[in-house]
Nanobody, 125 residues
Framework: QVQLVESGGGLVQAGGSLRLSCAASGGTSSIYAMGWFRQTPGKEREFVAGIRWSGGWTVYADSVKGRFTISKDNAQNTVYLQMNSLKPEDTAVYYC??????????????????WGQGTQVTVSS
């Protein structure tokens, strides 16, 4: 029943910023943690950042730590990924994901049962 709707992707020059949004609806009481993943052609899905649904506990991939920030708006059941100092290597389709069963924002894609449609982020050099 959980639905995730992503927005905010687009084209940006290197060094610029984007903020991705993921609005969760339908059975959100079953969500324990949210995560952002990204994928490029020929590569497996890569963990980017995760957050406990109740907030406070965040996890980041080393490649984005210090540049990206994951946060949650409790009033809107929306998770954000603020991306600063973007690099061409950040170019990918970014996916929002939700998991149940544990509030640990896992790095494993297989732990997440619900996925958004993906939003393209392109960083030009």
């Amino acid at each position: 029943q959980v639905q995730l709707v992503e927005s905010g992707g687009g084209l940006v020059q290197a060094g610029g910023s984007l903020r991705l949004s993921c609005a969760a609806s339908g059975g959100t009481s079953s969500i324990y943690a949210m995560g952002w993943f990204r994928q490029t052609p020929g590569k497996e899905r890569e963990f980017v950042a995760g957050i406990r649904w109740s907030g406070g506990w965040t996890v980041y991939a080393d490649s984005v730590k210090g540049r990206f920030t994951i946060s949650k708006d409790n009033a809107q059941n929306t998770v954000y990924l603020q991306m600063n100092s973007l690099k061409p290597e950040d170019t990918a389709v970014y996916y929002c994901a939700a998991r149940g069963g544990s509030w640990y924002p896992s790095r494993r894609a297989s732990d997440y049962a619900y996925w958004g449609q993906g939003t393209q982020v392109t960083v030009s050099s």
